[in-house]
């Protein structure tokens, strides 16, 4: 009896051992490095930190994550995400409220950066935060809530290994950031957007689908402006407010050196005489009712007398 547990036993372990080499398929992982071209830095002292991905081979559309950062240590200042590989932003990080928390999409799906310069692909900038050190001591920056998804159509999520930044004020600079403040003096790149509606999102209403990229400073925001209205700052998707897209439309883009790139099309579509005029012309015509209602019952009256 005993000597059957004992095989029971070995049985289980040789059984788990073979789920593991054999049944489990190859676990994918992407690789992102949090990266910074300084070596030593002082209190007081900014910095840039990059956030670099290499897909590893694989197909990836989507990832979002928060960059956890000591806030008593460090302050976020600066985000650039020009040449960035994501191209519709869902979230950008927050510099008013100190919060990088970052989510975004690739259409078409992202590889890895090709060049005819080297074999192979290079991993991709995801974004650019520049912090201001306020404290002395350990500084460790990583990220947290990680997830990037496959270019599959179903979202398949991977595991994605992180290499963190790590580095330790210094007395005095020694060296500083090679990196100079960007001066951007160029536009965004010329856009163009669309007008849809949709079931699934404000119940089937017009709405604004519009993106561009600045490889110099980033978007800042946009703005859409729809016949003399003002301009409102906008995020895409925008809900049109005159949903019978009877006036221009003007969306623009602002970088965060101030630079702006206009898109604009004029009335998408013209209302018939009757959407223009209807009413007035339903006005019209009780009141020529009422005015031969009167006249025929004073014709009436008079012809009675």
């Known amino acids: 009896m005993i000597q059957i547990q004992k095989f029971k036993n070995y049985f289980k372990v040789l059984l788990v051992i073979f789920s593991v080499f054999f049944i489990t398929g190859p676990v994918l992982a992407a690789q992102i490095n949090l990266i910074s071209d300084i070596e030593t830095i002082n209190v007081g ?4 930190l990059d956030i670099m991905i290499d897909p590893a081979g694989e197909d990836i559309n989507a990832l979002e994550g928060v960059v956890n950062y000591p806030h008593d240590k460090l302050s976020l200042v600066n985000v650039n995400d020009g040449n960035s590989i994501i191209n519709l932003w869902i979230k950008k990080p927050d510099i008013k409220n100190n919060q990088a928390v970052f989510s ?20 991709g900038k995801v974004i650019s935060l520049q912090f201001l050190v306020t404290k002395g001591g350990e500084i460790k920056v990583d990220l947290d809530n990680l997830q ?23 007395e005095n600079i020694i060296t500083f950031s090679s990196r100079e403040e960007v001066t951007d003096f160029e536009a965004p790149e010329a856009f163009s957007f669309q007008i849809v509606k949709d079931k699934s999102i404000f119940e089937n209403k017009y709405i ?24 409102v700052i906008a995020q895409s998707p925008y809900l049109l407010k005159n949903q019978h897209l009877d006036e221009q439309i003007v969306v623009k883009a602002i970088d965060r050196a101030g630079n702006e790139r206009i898109s604009r099309v004029g009335p998408p579509r013209h209302r018939t005489f009757l959407e223009k005029y209807g009413r007035y012309c339903l006005v019209l015509l009780i009141i020529i009712m009422l005015f031969l209602s009167y006249f025929l ?3 009436i009256k008079n012809n009675k007398d």
Do not use: C, M
């Open 104 to 123: 975004g999409i690739i259409p078409g799906g992202f590889s890895g950066v090709l060049s005819p310069f080297y074999s192979g692909a290079a991993a």
């Open 208 to 231: 604004l689908i519009f993106n561009t990229q600045d490889k110099g400073s980033g978007i800042d925001h946009y703005e859409v402006q729809e016949g003399q209205r003002g301009f």
């Open 148 to 170: 990037v998804l496959l270019n599959n159509g179903l979202g398949t999520a991977i595991n994605t290994d992180v290499q963190a930044f790590e580095i330790v004020p210094t």
């Open 45 to 48: 002292q900014k910095f840039w």
């Open 297 to 299: 019952k004073k014709y």
